[in-house]
């Protein structure tokens, strides 16, 4: 195992910066609209439901649900060649938004469709931690 | 919404193809010019009786243009994602029913497979919601995309992997039968699951191809098709919608709702239903697309389509001949293209071995963000 963090990396500046950060304090955090209160993610200037310009970011419950997942075979990236089979979970969080990630701690064959799972907090490297998942 | 005062109006007067394969002398310019040569000589017209250009991958319509000798009076240039060939066929139907143009040449050109193209990894940005968003937890291509949505559906009404073979299968076999296809060896179901999954549910043989290659069509008013080489085949029905909102993440309904409503029209316009239908072109971009789009245009009711797909249905000889060139799994990737390029000929009755007898209505769909259909026939109306 390398000491060097060889996978990509999300851009952690920009609009989403508070996503990051938040993960990266153990929150889930999400921008919500402040005239429609829809939550959404990634982030926007201008809110998708109602085109509103004023949102805040809130720490919301981290709980969700397993829409689907599918199962790689293919390493995209050299990186990902050690991993394969990895597993790529669709979530549904209990704000609406969805996010794609993966499960931790489950066996790929214990994967199901409707599994409530919870946020899992991952520091992949000093500066970024992953929201990845947990039953 | 259906415009009936549409249906049949305007007509595909010539269709042109190029090889399909590894044709590395080619640059995209190059395979558009090759394509629009073989449809102008496939309905006799010259380059100076073209006053409309709509481009589709070609990298840029000025130096299209001036390499093909073309002064239209009107010019677009669409990005080279599969669900515009519906978009722009529409567009010159309006375009000459408009009277904005009369006769309108759609020239598409692709070197993917020369160019080294990749569905997936850093530059993919299919559904990304973003530069490089998912990519760190190893989400990327448009194949997991619909790996996703393959296994909801599974899980969702018990449709198997042997279904999803029997598509790939079928198209196999239509290939098989279609000189110009680039994969033409039948193969069985122990083979299909032999093949490596590249994204599970989806193994290698559920892809469609890379390649290289052009088409080209040239529409015009149904009076003038008339007085042509080639018989006029009339657009007897369309429909378009967009499902774009959320569309980050695979639609919870596998684009069932929008489906219904483009159905609507295409039908509504025909004045016919799905089983008028002598043939089906979907696009197929991977199996489940072809389930899809079963499903929600109407062959099958909701989440039947796994075993309406068994029993050969989609086969020559079968209920709804379906993809008879072998579709983007086998003849080539040519982004809806050459499917409806493929509705043309066996409207025509050009397609020798894989020739579907009467073939009078052949309807092209695709299930994507942007759905559309298109009908076409052998009469007017
Ligand atoms: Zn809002």
């Not at chain 2, 000459?96 to 050109?109: P, Q, S």
């Not at chain 2, 995309?145 to 079928?170: C, I, N, P, W």
């Not at chain 2, 389509?305 to 086998?330: A, D, Y």
Request: aromatic residues 10%; charged residues 20%; proline residues 6%.
């Amino acid at each position: 195992m390398s000491d060097v963090y060889a996978k990509p990396l999300p851009p952690i500046d920009g609009l989403n910066a508070p996503f990051w950060a938040g993960a990266r304090a153990g929150k889930l955090m999400l921008q919500r609209c402040l005239d429609c209160a829809q939550y959404r993610f990634p982030a926007s200037r201008y809110c998708p439901s109602c085109l509103g310009e004023r949102s805040e970011w809130q720490a919301t419950s981290g709980q969700g649900m397993v829409v689907s997942y599918c199962g790689f075979h293919k390493a995209y990236w050299p990186s990902f060649a050690g991993d394969v089979p990895y597993d790529v979970v669709q979530v549904r969080l209990k704000e609406g938004v969805q996010l794609f990630s993966n499960l931790v701690d489950v066996p790929r064959e214990r994967i199901k469709i409707g599994m409530k799972v919870r946020a899992h907090f991952d520091a992949v490297t000093d500066a970024v931690t992953l929201v990845r998942f947990k039953p | 919404m259906p415009n009936k005062s549409l249906a049949g109006k305007v007509a595909v007067a010539g269709v042109g193809t190029t090889r399909y394969g590894r044709l590395p002398e080619y640059d995209p310019y190059d395979l558009g010019i090759w394509a629009l040569k073989e449809a102008l000589a496939d309905c006799g017209l010259k380059i100076a009786d073209i006053d409309g250009v709509i481009l589709n991958r070609i990298p840029d319509y000025q130096r299209f243009c001036e390499l093909a000798g073309l002064n239209p009076s009107y010019t677009t240039i669409t990005p080279g994602h599969g669900r515009f060939s519906g978009i722009c066929i529409q567009t010159a139907v309006a375009l000459i029913a408009t009277g904005m143009a009369k006769t309108v040449a759609l020239v598409y050109g692709n070197n993917g497979r020369s160019a080294g193209d990749q569905y997936g990894g850093a530059t993919d940005i299919y559904g990304s919601g973003g530069p490089g968003l998912w990519f760190p937890y190893g989400m990327t291509s448009p194949g997991a995309f619909h790996a996703l949505m393959a296994k909801r559906h599974m899980e969702q009404y018990g449709t198997t992997s042997d279904q999803l073979g029997q598509v790939a299968m079928a198209f196999r076999r239509h290939a098989a039968l279609n000189p110009q296809a680039v994969m033409r060896d039948p193969f069985t179901l122990a083979d299909y699951h032999a093949s490596r999954f590249v994204c599970e549910p989806l193994h290698l043989l559920d892809y469609c191809l890379i390649n290289d290659g052009g088409v080209a069509m040239i529409l015009t008013n149904a009076k003038r098709a008339k007085n042509l080489a080639k018989p006029p085949v009339y657009i007897r029905g369309f429909g378009q919608t967009a499902k774009f909102t959320g569309s980050t993440f695979p639609p919870d309904d596998y684009w069932a709702a929008p489906m219904k409503k483009v159905a609507r029209s295409a039908y509504g316009m025909a004045g016919a239903k799905p089983a008028d239908m002598d043939a089906l072109m979907i696009y197929d971009n991977f199996t489940p697309t072809v389930m899809f789009c079963l499903e929600g245009f109407g062959f099958c009711k909701t989440g039947e389509s796994g075993p309406f797909v068994e029993n050969g249905r989609l086969q020559l000889g079968g209920e709804f001949p379906t993809n008879t060139s072998g579709g983007h799994l086998s003849e080539s990737y040519m982004q809806g293209w050459a499917l409806n390029v493929e509705a043309v000929r066996q409207v025509r009755g050009e397609c020798g071995a894989r020739q579907v007898k009467d073939a009078n209505l052949v309807q092209y769909m695709t299930a994507a963000p942007v759905i559309t259909s298109m009908i076409y026939g052998k009469e007017a109306k």
